[in-house]
């Protein structure tokens, strides 16, 4: 068979359900007469279940071996038959299922070898059935070799069914068998628990017939024969789930009536809450009989009677021959009816199954890393890092302006020039302030004698106005001097002119005040960090971080934010908030208007926050959750 043939019939199989091959195999139990043709249409049916190229079955049945296979016309199948044959005979010998995964040479297709042990009695292997299924890893050949033992567990007992020769031939049996083969009609498990019951209850004269499935060690009562709705915690249903989980603990038969009234003691026994399910139903016969899927129980039938119609021992062995078949159809109607969380939580239990299996160290080791991961994702800390756009701005600007309406004389400096204390900066023209301060002193002069001669004269009013008009001259002066002194501007500290061209501006008359330069003492810089609005609740005065200027951005500067800035600031664009940072160190390559990236510590923040805030909170205002 071709790959391509291969993958459409695994394609095929992916469509059918667990459910509708059971209803094949009942159909085929209620037709054949013979467990030869029973097992040979059952290869076919599961081998077209499964889409596989070889099936093989080999079993010893009535002093005979039957040993059939089915294989596709178009393939030689040599490469499958060897290891289907292998597994088959493994499985035979170990009486266990047997799953192995080889691959297709030149291809990227696996194929698993499944072979399951026949069984008509528990732990007695008749013979075994193997057949190929594509599947891609181990996980899936545990999934299909898991479905597989549920069907030739259903063949083993349709089989000896079939062996048995009138157990199940008469007509009454005609109902129950027509339940076998409509399993798969029934919309649950329920529906067909209830089927089961009601059937029973008329067969076999019961008072009341009870199904339980088994699950995780307990038995969850499915439905109670003239009964529509069930009440787990009610005393009546308590005690028939009691005694059936007694049946479950002990897998065997279990029937408690009058002694007087059952001659047959070795079927009698002293069980003690079947003897109080006795008790509680006045009495009357009861009875538990465990449904088993090769060594394991999946079910439990209870049943009562009047007190006129005891249990005989051939009466509870036709009956476990009747309900038997039921097992594995409920089996698989379970599956198929399970819902994602029943499914999830049964994937659950086989991957801790798979984990916690013996001699899996290595598993454990890698679970207990992974779980140790989600134990320091979710609630370990980590230091919460805040990186933002950021640049050099001075931290004091000192402005130079027009010290008197005049002209500029001369600028001694340039925009980006390093200036020392003292230097001479800019000078104004000083001609006219030299020629008012000429005039004012000679007028001053002329006054000083014009106040002597009026104290010679004794002309006491003539002294006083000489001498006001000499203080007011005396003022003017001064001013003139002030402004002569102020003509040459010089630098208060060292430090840089950060503006003001003013070599292209001599000879320019500018009024008195008007800005002429601007400078910036040395190493009296700061970082401006451009806060988006989205974090701007996060950053706060006295976090600590470092800066990386584009320029350098090998040197990392260590800052800490001083103030933060009420308002917004539009800059390229966007919104953001002023943040201040002080340096330390502040060496001499920052220039102002630098930019770079600062990283600030906001503190220690949950990982899984830290991780995943950013997309909450986008979802919270895209989604409004």
């Not at 040479?105 to 594509?134: D, H, W, Y």
């Not at 204390?421 to 001053?444: H, N």
């Not at 989205?534 to 951005?553: K, L, N, V």
Request: with cysteine; hydrophobic share 45%; aromatic share 6%.
């Amino acid at each position: 068979m071709t790959t391509a043939t291969l993958e459409q019939q695994a394609a095929e199989k992916d469509n059918k359900t667990p459910v509708e091959v059971c209803a094949v195999l009942a159909g085929l139990g209620e037709s054949c007469h013979s467990t030869s043709k029973f097992y040979r249409q059952a290869l076919e049916a599961i081998a077209e279940h499964f889409g596989s190229p070889y099936a093989a079955v080999r079993v010893t049945h009535s002093a005979s071996t039957l040993d059939e296979h089915v294989k596709a016309e178009e393939d030689d199948t040599l490469m499958w038959a060897s290891a289907a044959e292998e597994a088959l005979l493994d499985s035979q010998a170990q009486n266990i299922p047997i799953a192995r995964l080889y691959g297709v040479a030149g291809t990227s297709l696996r194929v698993a070898a499944l072979a399951v042990p026949v069984c008509e009695q528990a732990n007695r292997p008749i013979g075994a059935i193997s057949l190929i299924a594509r599947c891609q890893n181990a996980a899936v050949a545990k999934v299909f070799l898991s479905e597989l033992t549920a069907l030739v567990s259903l063949i083993a007992t349709h089989a000896r069914v079939i062996g048995s020769k009138g157990k199940l031939g008469t007509e009454d049996d005609s109902a129950l068998k027509r339940a076998v083969v409509k399993a798969a009609d029934f919309q649950s498990l329920y529906e067909l628990a209830f089927a089961v019951t009601n059937s029973l209850k008329n067969k076999y004269n019961c008072d009341q017939v009870t199904l339980g499935q088994v699950v995780s060690g307990r038995i969850r009562v499915l439905s109670i024969s003239g009964l529509d709705n069930i009440y787990p915690k009610s005393p009546g249903v308590k005690h028939i789930c009691q005694a059936m989980e007694e049946c479950l603990d002990s897998g065997e038969v279990i029937c408690c009536q009058d002694e007087d009234k059952w001659s047959e003691e070795s079927v009698a026994t002293n069980h003690r809450l079947h003897k109080q399910w006795h008790h509680e139903v006045g009495n009357s016969p009861v009875a538990s009989v465990p449904l088993m899927v090769g060594d394991r129980c999946v079910a439990v039938l209870g049943m009562s009677r009047s007190k006129q119609l005891p249990f005989t021992s051939d009466e509870l062995s036709q009956i476990s021959q009747t309900v038997t078949p039921f097992a594995p159809a409920m089996e698989l109607v379970a599956k198929a009816d399970r819902g994602l969380l029943r499914h999830s939580i049964d994937v659950a239990k086989k991957a801790t199954g798979w984990l916690l299996a013996p001699y899996t160290y290595r598993r454990k080791m890698v679970a207990a890393t992974v779980l140790a991961g989600v134990a320091w994702f979710c609630f370990a800390t980590i230091s919460y890092q805040i990186t933002v756009p950021s640049r050099i701005a001075p931290t004091e600007i000192r402005y130079f302006a027009a010290p008197f309406e005049g002209t500029i004389k001369a600028c001694h400096v340039e925009v980006g020039d390093e200036v020392t204390r003292g230097q001479l900066l800019y000078e104004m023209d000083t001609s006219d302030l030299l020629l008012e301060r000429d005039k004012l002193e000679s007028e001053l002069a002329v006054l000083r004698l014009r106040v002597n001669q009026a104290l010679i004269a004794e002309d006491v009013k003539s002294a006083a106005l000489s001498g006001a008009e000499m203080r007011v001259l005396q003022a003017q002066l001064a001013i003139a001097r002030h402004n002569l002194d102020a003509a040459k501007v010089r630098a208060p500290a060292d430090g840089t002119v950060v503006s003001g061209k003013l070599s292209k501006r001599i000879g320019e008359v500018v009024p008195l005040g008007a800005p002429l330069l601007e400078f910036v003492p040395r190493g009296d810089w700061s970082v401006e960090l451009l806060v988006p609005e989205t974090i701007a609740d996060e950053m706060q005065a006295g976090f600590q971080g470092s800066f990386a200027c584009s320029a350098r951005p090998g040197e990392s500067l260590d800052c800490r934010i001083v103030r933060i800035r009420p308002s917004s600031e539009p800059v390229d664009g966007k919104n953001v908030y002023i943040a201040e940072a002080s340096v330390d160190g502040k060496p001499e390559w920052m220039r102002s208007g630098m930019e770079g990236v600062a990283q600030i510590d906001a503190g220690r923040r949950r990982v899984w926050w830290v991780a995943l805030h950013r997309i909450i909170d986008y979802v919270r205002l895209n989604l409004w959750l």
